[in-house]
């Protein structure tokens, strides 16, 4: 079995065998999927699959993400919808497409620093 670290545009009976995947494993479960009233994306981060809570310093690396996102739409007179981040459960609305995959990989590995 391959591990991914997160999923795209999927049917949702695979991001139920993901999150399972993900909750066996110990792993963070994220998605993207692309909304369609703008065409970015909506990213969700949830680590109930996992035994462990963001850290402080996870969380400021996360914030830093979601502030390179901020800038680069900014540069294309564009804005990110909104976001939140939480020690279990964070989302962040509005990723470019052509960023959502480098933006989900990164999410992963801030995740699996401290926690692999």
């Not at 999923?7 to 993901?18: A, N, V």
């Not at 990110?80 to 962040?92: H, M, Q, V």
Request: net charge negative.
């Amino acid at each position: 079995m391959t591990f991914h670290k997160f999923l795209e545009d999927s049917k949702m009976f695979e991001y139920d065998k993901h999150y399972r995947d993900c909750q066996q494993l110990n792993k963070p479960f994220i998605k993207a999927r692309t909304d369609p009233k703008h065409g970015k994306y909506f990213i969700q981060i949830d680590l109930m699959t996992c035994d462990y809570d963001l850290l402080d310093e996870e969380v400021k690396e996360i914030q830093k993400l979601v502030d390179d996102e901020e800038e680069y739409l900014k540069a294309n007179s564009d804005v990110l919808n909104g976001f939140n981040i939480d020690k279990e459960i964070s989302w962040f609305d509005g990723v470019s497409p052509e960023r959502v995959s480098c933006f989900c990989e990164k999410l992963y590995d801030i995740t699996q620093k401290n926690h692999p």
